[in-house]
């Protein structure tokens, strides 16, 4: 017998079932997307902290403590190689017969030896930096934990990386917020939390899933990114100092390492003195 389904027959609706699978689907992946916005800013505290504030301590109590007399060996270094090429210079006239010129071979060494002296002007605005950072207020631990929390919200509220589309005044203000939190202005940072507050991410439309989905990959590519500059900040200078500053013992090796160093350029330097000082009678 033939059975056909009249007009009112109630037929199987899958309508229903896809769109709760639909809107299983869009909370799940909103959920991930809300859970890598968390990780990112939290990294991105990480990073931060490292930079601005762990970074800045552990080169300040180097400088403090190691870094006069590395400044002292690297100005001997560049005091012997300009004695070693001035030697040199006058060989060189006297080999072609020619009169030498000390005035114009200093000018040439001048030339020669203006980015060495770039470098030794830099190491004394960074000890500069030091002498003044060291005097700077410490924050209590109460004071820290809520600059951290304060900084974190502005990350989450403000930071670029989470909000591309940023207007030109808020990302001046989270510029703001990054000086403030490195130079352990708590008012200053309190100022600007006050101000804003995290804005919820808003995905609405027929292509909500698909804004969802991007979201999800620009946010991973970005944590990935983090993690990375992260590894780097720890393998390279001034963190990579953290070990000696750490140590009394390590520290004291260090000076004496530098000062017999600083002994043999010395002797080196007025060797090369010497040198020039008979070449020229």
Same mark, same amino acid.
Request: with cysteine.
């Given at each position: 017998?033939?059975?056909?389904?009249?007009?009112?027959?109630?037929?199987?609706?899958?309508?229903?079932?896809?769109?709760?699978?639909?809107?299983?689907?869009?909370?799940?992946?909103?959920?991930?997307?809300?859970?890598?916005?968390?990780?990112?800013?939290?990294?991105?505290?990480?990073?931060?902290?490292?930079?601005?504030?762990?970074?800045?301590?552990?080169?300040?109590?180097?400088m403090?403590?190691?870094?006069?007399?590395?400044?002292k060996?690297?100005?001997?270094?560049?005091?012997?190689?300009?004695?070693?090429?001035?030697?040199?210079?006058?060989?060189?006239?006297?080999?072609?017969?020619?009169?030498?010129?000390?005035?114009?071979?200093?000018?040439?060494?001048?030339?020669?030896?203006a980015?060495?002296?770039?470098?030794?002007?830099?190491?004394?605005?960074?000890?500069?930096?030091?002498i003044?950072?060291?005097h700077?207020?410490?924050?209590?631990?109460?004071?820290?934990?809520?600059?951290?929390?304060?900084?974190? /919200? &502005? $990350?989450?509220?403000?930071?670029? =990386? *989470?909000?591309?589309d940023?207007?030109? %005044?808020? #990302?001046?203000?989270?510029?703001? /917020? &990054? $000086?403030?939190?490195g130079?352990? =202005? *708590?008012?200053?940072?309190?100022?600007? %939390?006050? #101000?804003?507050?995290?804005?919820?991410?808003?995905?609405?439309?027929?292509?909500?899933?698909?804004?969802?989905?991007?979201?999800?990959?620009?946010?991973?590519?970005?944590l990935?990114?983090?993690?990375?500059?992260?590894?780097?900040?720890?393998?390279?200078?001034?963190?990579?100092?953290?070990?000696?500053?750490?140590?009394?013992?390590?520290?004291?090796?260090?000076?004496?390492?530098?000062?017999?160093?600083?002994?043999?350029?010395?002797?080196?330097?007025?060797?090369?003195?010497a040198?020039?000082?008979?070449?020229?009678?």
């Open positions: 017998m033939k059975h056909s389904l009249e007009p009112n027959d109630e037929r199987p609706d899958t309508t229903d079932a896809a769109v709760v699978m639909l809107s299983q689907d869009f909370e799940r992946l909103k959920s991930e997307v809300e859970k890598l916005r968390t990780e990112l800013s939290m990294l991105v505290l990480e990073r931060d902290e490292l930079l601005l504030v762990e970074c800045k301590n552990i080169e300040t109590a180097y403090l403590s190691i870094g006069t007399l590395e400044y060996a690297y100005e001997i270094e560049c005091a012997v190689l300009r004695m070693k090429r001035k030697a040199e210079l006058i060989q060189e006239k006297k080999n072609r017969q020619e009169k030498v010129v000390l005035s114009k071979i200093e000018e040439l060494l001048d030339i020669a030896f980015e060495y002296q770039a470098k030794l002007n830099e190491r004394i605005e960074k000890m500069n930096a030091a003044e950072r060291s700077g207020r410490l924050l209590s631990g109460e004071e820290t934990r809520e600059l951290k929390s304060l900084y974190r /919200a &502005v $990350v989450k509220a403000l930071h670029p =990386d *989470l909000h591309p940023l207007s030109d %005044a808020k #990302m001046q203000l989270f510029q703001n /917020a &990054v $000086v403030a939190y130079n352990g =202005d *708590l008012d200053g940072l309190r100022i600007i %939390a006050a #101000m804003v507050a995290e804005p919820a991410p808003f995905y609405d439309g027929p292509d909500a899933t698909a804004q969802l989905t991007k979201e999800k990959e620009r946010l991973s590519t970005l990935r990114k983090v993690k990375d500059r992260i590894a780097e900040i720890r393998s390279e200078y001034p963190y990579t100092m953290k070990p000696i500053i750490q140590s009394p013992e390590k520290t004291e090796a260090r000076k004496a390492e530098l000062q017999e160093y600083i002994c043999r350029l010395r002797e080196t330097l007025a060797a090369y003195t040198k020039i000082d008979e070449m020229l009678r």
